[in-house]
């Protein structure tokens, strides 16, 4: 899988396979950053918390465009190793903070710093974006303007609404994937 744009276009990030794991594919990510960007998002202002980051391949797309920093949350060993492979590849591991840890969990949590943009793809049919993203709210992870992006199965049954202080920007099917992308008011 290559990065698309920024700094680090063209560059491979190396993923790992196994059940549940699916990368972001080139197009979905390429709708996806140009619907943020059209949406006011500015790469080079922006703190970036990945959940289930898998590949990290949405948190390593946001570094090559400027992202000051990214939190890689994901509970896999052997994921989050590959994940440090790629940051020292690209040359960026003093913006990568890699985490081996529940993302539903790790949410629930107190942050250090709050976000700007927060990456949810967690693995299909577990219904976990629910609890994480009132985990989010509930421990007020999100800076004022933030926005909440979620990678979920096509027909993925939530109430979009339903969660305080969010505000529905979008919910489009790409194939098979859903992306949902909420505001932080």
């Given amino acids: 899988m290559k990065i698309i744009a ?7 990030l190396k993923t790992v396979s196994g059940p549940g794991y699916r990368p972001a594919m080139g197009k979905v990510r390429e709708s996806l950053f140009s619907l943020l960007e059209a949406r006011g998002v500015v790469w080079q202002e922006c703190i970036i918390l990945d959940l289930f980051a898998g590949s990290g ?25 590959c994940i440090a492979k790629n940051a ?18 790790y949410a629930g949590k107190r942050p250090t710093e709050q976000v700007s943009v927060v990456f949810i793809d967690p693995p299909y049919a577990e219904n976990l974006l629910p609890q994480t993203l009132k985990n989010l709210i509930r421990r007020e992870w999100l800076e004022s303007g933030a926005f909440v992006v979620a990678e979920v199965e096509k027909h993925l049954k939530i109430n979009t609404e339903n969660f305080e202080g969010l505000t529905l920007e979008l919910d489009r099917n790409y194939g098979s994937t859903r992306i949902i992308i909420w505001y932080q008011e």
């Fill in 57 to 81: 391949s949405l948190a390593f797309e946001a570094i090559s465009r400027g992202a000051n920093k990214a939190y890689f949350i994901e509970k896999d060993a052997n994921a989050a190793k």
């Fill in 6 to 12: 920024g700094a680090l276009k063209g560059r491979t």
């Fill in 88 to 105: 020292e590849t690209l040359g960026i591991t003093e913006q990568c903070h890699i985490i081996t840890e529940d993302a539903v969990k």
